[in-house]
């Protein structure tokens, strides 16, 4: 057992189609940005190439992080508490307690539709304990809401 790897976890790990949806998001201004770029170094030569070179390393890193990522973001229910985990360089084990959970909400834009994923968001009393969960297969996104609802609300008519 580790700060990052409690004892008892068993990690759900988001789906794949999280990194295309994220891809496209920020890869598409990126892309027009080294049009816009390449034009004049094609027109004028010379150092203008610096700038779609810079832009160009600037979409290869970006591509890199987002699907590395993507592959360390998880959840695991356990028996009193949800677990989130995320981030690879700069790791991140949220631990939401059922008891404490306000409500949960599945949110899903047209390009996360368009992709069969969604985003099961988690409130509580304290804003700082929140969670989100990204790029849940949405009939699973739908599962886990009412899962994790009927959990909490078990949870609560305990105390």
Same mark, same amino acid.
């Given at each position: 057992?580790?700060? @990052? &790897? %409690?004892? *008892?976890?068993?990690?759900?790990?988001?789906?794949? /189609?999280?990194?295309?949806?994220?891809?496209?998001? @920020?890869?598409?201004?990126?892309?027009?940005?080294? $049009?816009?770029?390449? #034009?004049?170094?094609?027109?004028? !030569? !010379?150092? #203008?190439?610096? +700038?779609?070179?810079?832009?160009?390393?600037?979409?290869?890193?970006?591509?890199?992080?987002?699907?590395?990522?993507?592959?360390?973001?998880?959840?695991?229910?356990? &028996?009193?508490?949800?677990?989130?985990?995320? !981030? =690879?360089?700069?790791? /991140? $084990?949220? #631990?939401?307690?059922?008891? /404490?959970?306000?409500?949960? &909400?599945?949110?899903? *834009? %047209?390009?996360?539709?368009? @992709? *069969?994923?969604?985003?099961?968001?988690?409130?509580?009393?304290? %804003?700082?304990?929140?969670?989100?969960?990204? !790029?849940?297969?949405?009939?699973?996104? +739908? =599962?886990?809401?009412?899962?994790?609802?009927? /959990?909490?609300?078990?949870?609560? +008519? *305990?105390?």
């Amino acid at each position: 057992m580790t700060w @990052f &790897e %409690p004892e *008892g976890a068993s990690w759900t790990y988001v789906d794949r /189609r999280l990194i295309p949806a994220r891809l496209l998001s @920020f890869g598409i201004p990126l892309l027009l940005l080294l $049009v816009a770029t390449a #034009v004049p170094a094609v027109m004028f !030569g !010379g150092l #203008v190439w610096l +700038a779609p070179a810079a832009v160009a390393i600037i979409l290869l890193w970006t591509s890199w992080i987002v699907v590395r990522q993507v592959g360390a973001h998880a959840w695991a229910e356990r &028996e009193d508490d949800l677990l989130v985990k995320r !981030g =690879r360089m700069f790791k /991140r $084990v949220t #631990v939401v307690p059922y008891g /404490r959970m306000q409500f949960v &909400e599945v949110e899903a *834009g %047209p390009l996360a539709r368009a @992709f *069969g994923i969604a985003r099961v968001q988690l409130h509580t009393a304290a %804003p700082g304990t929140d969670a989100s969960i990204a !790029g849940v297969p949405t009939d699973e996104a +739908a =599962r886990l809401r009412d899962r994790l609802t009927a /959990r909490g609300e078990a949870t609560l +008519a *305990g105390l």
